[in-house]
């Protein structure tokens, strides 16, 4: 283990944002005419780009899908944003590897927009190197592009230079995502990195491991104690 860049899903990681996000897909949903009174129905929609989403679960087609998205962040960029908290010892995690000189990064599917503006309500913008999410028009919504563009960034504030193939190898081997759903496993090893599933987010049973997870924690304390060892023969289960 003993990662240098250590790399952070926001929903379901770092903060608790299942009221916000599934009230505003409720919304959502609702403009179309579909009524879901169970918010437990629609955690599903955590994590994933929202477009797929709602072409997954509800059926809609893409152009549905993206009139759906609208309505989500009609509500969601004034309320649903701060219906949030931080995930209880969170800050203990931020603080301890920040102590220990990791390098610390945000890759989210969340538009980037809105993830930096929960960094900064939360005061965790401090934390954080680099904070890279989605772009609102659609672009960058996969998780191995966000990462990517997580190293790019890193990349030129260290003032390496041009982003070789070598520096950018030497990167992500002293790389580690963490993230609490399939997407965040998936998308880290589609960019060539380790990943690490957290059990305290919106993953369902057996999820993390299908996902194929390096390394799979319970709590927060795990977390820290996984991330700051030398060893990295513990803790995957």
């Known amino acids: ?13 770092l903060t608790d944002t299942a009221e916000g996000i599934t009230k505003s897909v409720q919304y959502a949903l609702e403009a ?6 169970n918010l437990d129905n629609l955690t599903c929609y955590i994590g994933p780009p929202l477009d797929e989403s709602f072409q997954k679960f509800h059926g809609m087609t893409k152009e549905q899908a993206w009139e759906a998205v609208e309505k989500y962040r009609e509500r ?6 701060y ?17 220990a000189g990791k390098t610390l990064a945000l890759a989210t599917c969340k538009p ?12 965790l913008s401090k934390y954080f190197t680099v904070a890279c999410g989605s772009n609102l028009d659609g672009t960058r919504k996969y998780k191995n592009e966000i990462i990517e563009e997580v190293f790019a960034r890193l990349n030129r504030l260290e003032g390496n230079g041009e982003l070789t193939e ?9 790389s580690i995502m963490v ?11 589609n960019a ?11 993953a369902a049973d057996g999820e993390l491991e299908e996902a194929g997870a390096d390394y799979i924690v319970n709590t927060v304390f795990e977390l820290t104690a996984l991330l700051l060892m030398d060893d990295d023969s513990v803790l995957c289960d």
Do not use: C, W
Not at 32 to 37: D, F, L
Not at 166 to 174: F, S
Not at 193 to 198: L, N, S, T
């Open 112 to 123: 980037e927009p809105f993830a930096l503006k929960i960094l900064e309500h939360f005061n």
């Open 166 to 174: 070598a520096v950018l190898d030497e990167m992500k081997a002293d």
């Open 83 to 99: 219906e949030t908290s931080v995930i209880e010892g969170m800050i203990f995690v931020l603080e301890t590897l920040k102590a």
């Open 32 to 37: 179309q005419g579909i009524k879901e009174e």
């Open 76 to 81: 969601y960029k004034d309320t649903g944003i």
């Open 179 to 189: 993230g609490d759903r399939k997407d965040d496993i998936y998308g880290a090893h």
């Open 1 to 13: 283990m003993n990662k240098k860049y250590i790399l952070f899903d926001l929903d379901g990681t």
């Open 192 to 202: 060539d990195i380790e990943a690490v599933g957290v059990r305290f987010g919106y």
